[in-house]
């Protein structure tokens, strides 16, 4: 089912579609089903979901008027992958000083641990465990939120220890546990502006790379985007190396070069994200694929859906070049910035 059908079965309310997938609105933060009767939301703020859970862990509630969350999947592989993922759910709630295996969700499920990994990763595009270690990341941000100790925060995720939390923080947060439980206070962010022919561009790093590559129409906007993440980080104009990768972006588009600029980057992303991203900095400049064709390319045919959802995602949409990817029907489908600056890079490209 394409992103056109879901949105159509969306602005008919159609009862047949639920079960199917449930969407997001990014200006509400709400996610329901197809047929709420809720009023039609714009399609530029519509993010589509395969499973319920998929928009909760993508930070959408559900919908108290359609109740989304209590609908009953149709399609047994989804079914499966939801009786999966509320399964890690409860084990990080209810057991997290036990570490979640398998062969325990494959006892719970009544699968073999093959079969049960296959068709889990068949939907979502990543492993069960994957997931379970991209919801534990999750619920220590929660926690810490909530007021809890580093420490307090890793037990109660399920981490075991903070140890191990800060073995992989680079990879996972972008900075110490520590300084993310205080709302980035301690970390340094940098951001400069420029102009150039996709607008205003807004670009951000911190002293281990560029973290943000935003393009809009208001620099006060943008600045906030930015901090929404990290309320208390220490984000300045033009500092350190930033003013030096600003202009190397600059002057790659200035010069009109098709090798993109060799900077440092900074990106958290979950462990499929960071697969897609891999996967994109592979397509040439001039060069197109489908979102298909990237997930077939990364072994995992069926997670098409999954592929667009990082490309919608990608902090940095200019180095990692998720524009060079296309819908199975040759047309342009979805841009964080805007279907305009799509077409203007692809332009811009396909002219060198």
Not at 21 to 46: D, L, Q, W
Not at 75 to 82: C, H, I, K, M, T
Not at 293 to 307: D, I, N, Q, T, Y
């Given at each position: 089912m394409t992103n056109d059908s879901r949105l159509n079965a969306i602005l008919t309310r159609?009862?047949?579609?639920?079960?199917?997938?449930?969407?997001?609105?990014?200006?509400?933060?709400?996610?329901?089903?197809?047929s709420c009767p809720a009023r039609n939301p714009k399609p530029e703020n519509v993010r589509f979901f395969d499973l319920p859970e998929l928009a909760e862990a993508d930070g959408f509630r559900a919908c108290r008027r359609c109740r989304p969350d209590l609908v009953k999947i149709a399609d047994p592989g989804l079914s499966l992958a939801r009786q999966i993922c509320q399964l890690i759910e409860r084990h990080i709630t209810e057991k997290a000083d036990e570490k979640l295996s398998l062969r325990w969700l494959a006892s719970e499920t009544g699968y073999s641990e093959d079969h049960l990994s296959r068709s889990f990763k068949k939907i979502l595009g990543i492993s069960p465990m994957d997931y379970y270690d991209n919801r534990r990341t999750i619920a220590f941000k929660e926690n810490v939120k909530a007021g809890e100790t580093v420490s307090e925060a890793a037990y109660g995720a399920g981490f075991g220890s903070s140890s191990r939390l800060y073995e992989k923080a680079h990879a996972r947060l972008g900075m110490t546990p520590a300084s993310y439980a205080k709302g980035g206070a301690g970390a340094e962010i940098a951001y400069a502006f420029a102009d150039c022919f996709l607008g205003l561009m807004l670009v951000a790093g911190t002293r281990h790379g560029v973290c943000a590559i935003y393009f809009g129409d208001d620099k006060e906007a943008l600045v906030d985007e930015l901090a929404r993440e990290f309320p208390q980080a220490e984000?300045?104009?033009?500092?350190?190396?930033?003013?030096?990768?600003?202009?190397?972006?600059?002057?790659?588009?200035?010069?009109?070069?098709?090798?993109?600029?060799?900077?440092?980057?900074?990106?958290?992303?979950?462990?499929?994200?960071?697969?897609?991203?891999?996967?994109?900095?592979?397509?040439?400049?001039?060069?197109?694929?489908?979102?298909?064709?990237?997930?077939?390319?990364?072994?995992a045919p069926k997670s098409a859906r999954a592929v667009?959802?990082?490309?919608?995602?990608?902090?940095?949409?200019?180095?990692?070049?998720?524009?060079?990817?296309?819908?199975?029907?040759?047309?342009?489908?979805?841009?964080?910035w805007?279907?305009?600056?799509?077409?203007a890079l692809r332009s811009w490209e396909g002219a060198q």
């Amino acid at each position: 089912m394409t992103n056109d059908s879901r949105l159509n079965a969306i602005l008919t309310r159609d009862k047949a579609e639920d079960g199917k997938f449930v969407y997001g609105v990014k200006t509400t933060g709400i996610y329901c089903r197809p047929s709420c009767p809720a009023r039609n939301p714009k399609p530029e703020n519509v993010r589509f979901f395969d499973l319920p859970e998929l928009a909760e862990a993508d930070g959408f509630r559900a919908c108290r008027r359609c109740r989304p969350d209590l609908v009953k999947i149709a399609d047994p592989g989804l079914s499966l992958a939801r009786q999966i993922c509320q399964l890690i759910e409860r084990h990080i709630t209810e057991k997290a000083d036990e570490k979640l295996s398998l062969r325990w969700l494959a006892s719970e499920t009544g699968y073999s641990e093959d079969h049960l990994s296959r068709s889990f990763k068949k939907i979502l595009g990543i492993s069960p465990m994957d997931y379970y270690d991209n919801r534990r990341t999750i619920a220590f941000k929660e926690n810490v939120k909530a007021g809890e100790t580093v420490s307090e925060a890793a037990y109660g995720a399920g981490f075991g220890s903070s140890s191990r939390l800060y073995e992989k923080a680079h990879a996972r947060l972008g900075m110490t546990p520590a300084s993310y439980a205080k709302g980035g206070a301690g970390a340094e962010i940098a951001y400069a502006f420029a102009d150039c022919f996709l607008g205003l561009m807004l670009v951000a790093g911190t002293r281990h790379g560029v973290c943000a590559i935003y393009f809009g129409d208001d620099k006060e906007a943008l600045v906030d985007e930015l901090a929404r993440e990290f309320p208390q980080a220490e984000i300045a104009a033009d500092v350190g190396l930033l003013a030096d990768w600003t202009k190397v972006i600059v002057g790659f588009l200035q010069e009109s070069s098709t090798v993109l600029p060799e900077i440092p980057l900074d990106m958290y992303g979950t462990a499929f994200q960071r697969r897609v991203w891999q996967a994109l900095l592979q397509i040439g400049p001039g060069k197109t694929k489908t979102y298909r064709e990237l997930a077939e390319g990364m072994g995992a045919p069926k997670s098409a859906r999954a592929v667009g959802r990082a490309c919608a995602t990608n902090p940095v949409s200019l180095i990692v070049p998720c524009h060079r990817v296309i819908g199975t029907d040759g047309k342009l489908h979805g841009y964080r910035w805007g279907l305009e600056r799509k077409e203007a890079l692809r332009s811009w490209e396909g002219a060198q």
